[in-house]
């Protein structure tokens, strides 16, 4: 949800609370703050909580992918020569 559905709701807002010009703008600048710090906070929260759940040495780990010999020139690592 971002700023649109705040400016949807301002008509209804503006009937019930009747604000002033002023306090209605404080009302529409905060809810971007706090939408803007709630996004980067869960944005860090859910990368550090990531990166602890795959980096976590409990966690078993597929190998490494093998090419075969075939594949690559004289065991060089190079998949193909031209």
Same mark, same amino acid.
């Given at each position: 949800? &971002?700023?649109?559905? +705040?400016?949807?709701?301002? $008509?209804?807002? *503006?009937?019930?609370?009747?604000?002033?010009?002023?306090?209605? +703008?404080?009302?529409? &600048?905060?809810? !971007?703050?706090? %939408?803007?710090?709630?996004?980067?906070?869960? =944005?860090? +929260? %859910?990368?550090?909580? /990531? /990166? /602890?759940?795959?980096?976590?040495?409990?966690? $078993?780990? *597929? $190998?490494?992918?093998?090419?075969?010999?075939?594949?690559?020139?004289? =065991?060089? !690592?190079?998949?193909?020569? /031209?």
């Amino acid at each position: 949800m &971002d700023l649109t559905v +705040l400016n949807l709701a301002v $008509p209804q807002i *503006s009937r019930e609370l009747t604000p002033s010009g002023t306090q209605l +703008l404080w009302i529409v &600048d905060i809810y !971007g703050f706090l %939408v803007a710090g709630l996004l980067v906070t869960m =944005g860090t +929260l %859910v990368t550090g909580s /990531a /990166a /602890a759940s795959c980096c976590s040495p409990a966690r $078993p780990r *597929s $190998p490494a992918p093998r090419w075969p010999q075939s594949a690559t020139s004289h =065991g060089r !690592g190079v998949a193909w020569a /031209a």
